[in-house]
């Protein structure tokens, strides 16, 4: 789904170990490096959106994980000029709703090979503020808020995320 600013609607997914190391992962024969993410498709909410990525990208199921927080807003970037593609409608950008997620399984339950065209070929556990020092750089700020917004749910992931959007909504 693109909205009438050109921004295509998305989900962000950090998952966290748990020693508090967050999933890297590389794209497909690149030397780029990200976290999974994907479009919301017209019919699912971005919650549904983040299931079907998760299994697609990294192999995982629901009951692999933990939602332990949520960005309260989107959070945008916009794409180069020079990889916008020539196609209507127009994206020229992403619109994010960005996840943290406990890991609640074996890392060996990560599988990149349960979709058609997978996105991503290797792998590894970083520190909490690694991937801003390494995502490419119009990804970088988006990346800088939504870790900084999601860091007190990284560090008292046993109350629950809901609980505490719905103590936000309460507050507000």
């Not at 020693?19 to 017209?42: I, M, Y």
């Amino acid at each position: 789904m693109i909205d009438v600013d050109g921004f295509r609607h998305n989900v962000g997914i950090i998952l966290l170990n748990p020693n508090g190391s967050l999933f890297w992962a590389k794209r497909v024969n690149q030397e780029a490096w990200q976290f999974p993410q994907g479009g919301v498709q017209a019919h699912e909410t971005p919650e549904e959106t983040l299931f079907r990525e998760l299994k697609e990208e990294i192999g995982l199921n629901e009951q692999d994980v933990t939602i332990l927080g949520q960005t309260r807003n989107w959070l945008r970037y916009r794409i180069p000029e020079r990889l916008i593609r020539d196609q209507e409608p127009i994206c020229i950008g992403q619109k994010q709703l960005w996840y943290l997620l406990k890991l609640e399984t074996a890392e060996n339950a990560i599988r990149f090979d349960l979709c058609d065209k997978p996105e991503f070929d290797d792998w590894k556990w970083v520190s909490y503020w690694y991937p801003l020092r390494q995502v490419v750089s119009f990804k970088r700020e988006v990346y800088r808020r939504a870790l900084k917004e999601l860091l007190p749910f990284s560090k008292n992931g046993e109350q629950s995320w809901r609980h505490k959007a719905l103590n936000h909504l309460l507050e507000s």
